[in-house]
């Protein structure tokens, strides 16, 4: 009898599966994502509204790690490793952090050659909303090495505030490299210590894990995981 249930079940399921293929994606979609991300996804949204017209997007850029289930949403983007068996996911491209400083400053103060050049250097620090911690920087330490000491100047909780202070000179900060790309591509900063940060850091989709995923949230997976798909490693 309880295999008999299940293959109903699994037959039911299937055949949801089938009506909600055929389904047109519409209604409101609830998105959560850390705020700096909003680089990433602001160019895309144009061409998938175009495409799912009847869906309305509800982003929240949020940098504090919110309740998706409790709060209902729907998708969310998140970095890091993921462990909670709650949520399916799906990889996106990798975001490294980078070492900048503006030209001027480097000019000045000279180009850090090494962890150890760092030491005397000014710093632009972030600040985390959630934990009020100060970020690190990205450095691949070896065992028993210390972190180098840098004057901090200048603190703040906004990435974009972050690189803009770096361009300005006030001294070295660390950022992801899609917020860095264009003042990099401009010359308005240089990567400074380029061979000596940690691996890029893995961003996700996930969803609450669930057998009867709607179609609006799997139009926007699909989309999004395409356009910010992982690079593929070379063999």
């Not at 972050?162 to 990567?191: H, N, Q, W, Y």
């Not at 996700?204 to 992982?230: I, M, Q, T, Y």
Request: hydrophobic share 40%; net charge neutral.
């Amino acid at each position: 009898m309880e295999r008999c249930r299940r293959i109903l079940d699994d037959l039911e399921d299937a055949q949801s599966s089938i009506a909600r293929s055929t389904e047109k994606p519409r209604g409101r979609l609830r998105v959560s994502t850390p705020t700096v991300t909003y680089h990433l996804l602001i160019p895309l949204l144009a061409e998938f509204l175009n495409r799912y017209p009847e869906i309305e997007l509800d982003i929240d850029f949020n940098d504090h790690r919110v309740d998706l289930i409790g709060l209902g949403v729907d998708v969310a983007i998140r970095s890091g490793p993921l462990s909670d068996s709650r949520f399916m996911s799906r990889p996106l491209r990798a975001v490294q952090m980078l070492i900048c400083a503006a030209p001027g400053y480097l000019g000045e103060n000279g180009i850090p050659e090494s962890m150890e050049d760092l030491s005397g250097h000014r710093a632009i620090r972030f600040r985390f909303p959630t934990s009020g911690k100060l970020q690190e920087l990205p450095l691949a330490l070896k065992a028993g090495q210390v972190e180098p000491r840098l004057q901090t100047v200048f603190t703040c909780n906004n990435m974009e505030a972050l690189r803009g202070a770096t361009i300005s000179g006030l001294g070295i900060g660390c950022m992801p490299d899609f917020i860095a790309r264009e003042p990099l591509a401009a010359g308005a900063l240089k990567v400074v210590l380029a061979d000596f940060v940690r691996e890029a850091n893995p961003l996700s989709l996930v969803w609450p894990s669930s057998r009867h995923l709607s179609s609006k949230v799997r139009v926007f997976v699909d989309f999004v995981g395409e356009a910010l798909a992982p690079a593929a490693r070379n063999s």
